[in-house]
């Protein structure tokens, strides 16, 4: 995507995407949401941060508090369903408990770990929240021309 595009979401997927951070704060939240090109569906998936520093502090020295980590396996599995059904992965989304709604290092490493996106045509989307209200969603696309990550006006789609 290259441009000042907005990522349009329906109510329900925004109210969704809220109540998801709102149910997991004080810990970052994550997920995706799938397209079928009319309607949109978010999957929350497992934030598995805390497993991974319990395992390897070492390795990975952050908590869930702030940061977050889907599990390949369940990621993989969640895209080839929608794929199967006709519908696409327009977004990933996660939470930025008591920080605002921006782009990390962090982030955009998740996102292109080779400084290209593993999902390009997928928006990133982040969600400050402070003390379970959510104050800002924010989205990212990917710019071939920047060859980084900039941010597009999100709005709700309005209702029929």
């Given at each position: 995507?290259?441009?000042?595009?907005?990522?349009?979401l329906s109510?329900?997927?925004?109210?969704?995407?809220?109540?998801?951070?709102?149910?997991?704060?004080?810990?970052?939240?994550?997920?995706?949401?799938?397209?079928?090109?009319?309607?949109?569906?978010?999957?929350?998936?497992?934030?598995?941060?805390?497993?991974?520093?319990?395992?390897?502090?070492?390795?990975?020295?952050?908590?869930?508090?702030?940061?977050?980590?889907?599990?390949?396996?369940?990621?993989?599995?969640?895209?080839?369903?929608?794929?199967?059904?006709?519908?696409?992965?327009?977004?990933?989304?996660?939470s930025h408990?008591?920080?605002?709604?921006?782009?990390?290092?962090?982030?955009?490493?998740?996102?292109?770990?080779?400084?290209?996106?593993?999902?390009?045509?997928?928006?990133?989307?982040?969600?400050?929240?402070?003390?379970?209200?959510?104050?800002?969603?924010?989205?990212?696309?990917?710019?071939?021309?920047?060859?980084?990550?900039?941010?597009?006006?999100?709005?709700?789609?309005?209702?029929?």
């Amino acid at each position: 995507m290259d441009g000042p595009k907005t990522l349009v979401l329906s109510e329900a997927t925004w109210n969704e995407i809220s109540r998801h951070a709102q149910d997991e704060f004080p810990d970052e939240c994550c997920g995706v949401v799938l397209s079928d090109g009319t309607t949109d569906r978010v999957q929350r998936l497992i934030n598995i941060q805390n497993q991974l520093h319990a395992l390897d502090p070492q390795t990975y020295p952050r908590t869930a508090a702030i940061a977050y980590a889907m599990d390949y396996k369940e990621l993989e599995s969640v895209i080839d369903n929608a794929n199967r059904s006709g519908a696409r992965l327009k977004a990933f989304y996660h939470s930025h408990p008591n920080h605002d709604a921006y782009f990390s290092p962090e982030d955009k490493a998740f996102a292109s770990p080779f400084d290209e996106p593993t999902f390009p045509g997928a928006a990133q989307i982040v969600v400050s929240i402070y003390d379970r209200t959510v104050k800002r969603i924010a989205a990212f696309v990917w710019s071939n021309e920047k060859k980084d990550f900039i941010e597009v006006p999100v709005a709700k789609a309005p209702q029929i």
